[in-house]
């Protein structure tokens, strides 16, 4: 992952842990067709409810970053095992919390059924975002 992005999802992290809602711009593939790249997501830190298996959700990666992907297994500590919904199998480093609660806000594109056909789009890896708002301020 290239620095700067890091920089940026670690940045995105932080701002979670200290209970701000960000609105970032999804970019990877790992999602796909759930998330498609360009969609505008609200990371909410505040759950609604209980974590249950098929929620998207915001976790931290061992890197320092964070990953939007669905929770396949609730654990009774409330962390989860994600898992991308277009990569081959689940994220490797094991249980994790819950960090936010991603809430779309706008999408580029839906996709066609011809494009679902084709095949969901393998992603080697994911960056989110390219644009940062904390919730006190507006884009």
């Known amino acids: 992952m290239p620095p700067d992005a890091l920089l940026l999802e670690q940045t995105v992290r932080d701002l979670l842990l200290q209970g701000r809602s960000v609105t970032i711009l999804a ?3 790992s999602m796909f067709p759930a998330l498609v ?9 505040e759950p609604l409810r209980k974590p249950r298996p098929g929620d998207i959700v915001a976790v931290p990666r061992p890197d320092g970053g964070i990953a939007i992907h669905r ?3 609730v654990f009774p500590d409330l962390s989860v095992l994600t898992w991308g919904d277009a990569l081959p199998q689940p994220d490797d480093w094991g249980p994790c919390p819950v960090l936010a609660w991603p809430r779309t806000l706008s999408s ?3 996709p066609s059924r011809w494009s679902l056909l084709k095949g969901h789009l393998r992603a080697r890896s994911h ?3 390219s644009t940062l708002f904390p919730a ?3 884009p």
Do not use: D, I, K
Not at 37 to 45: C, D, E, I, Q, Y
């Open 27 to 29: 970019l990877g593939n």
């Open 37 to 45: 790249p360009g969609a505008s997501l609200r990371l909410v830190p």
């Open 71 to 73: 929770a396949v297994r």
């Open 108 to 110: 580029p594109w839906t």
């Open 127 to 129: 960056v989110l975002s």
């Open 136 to 138: 006190t301020q507006t």
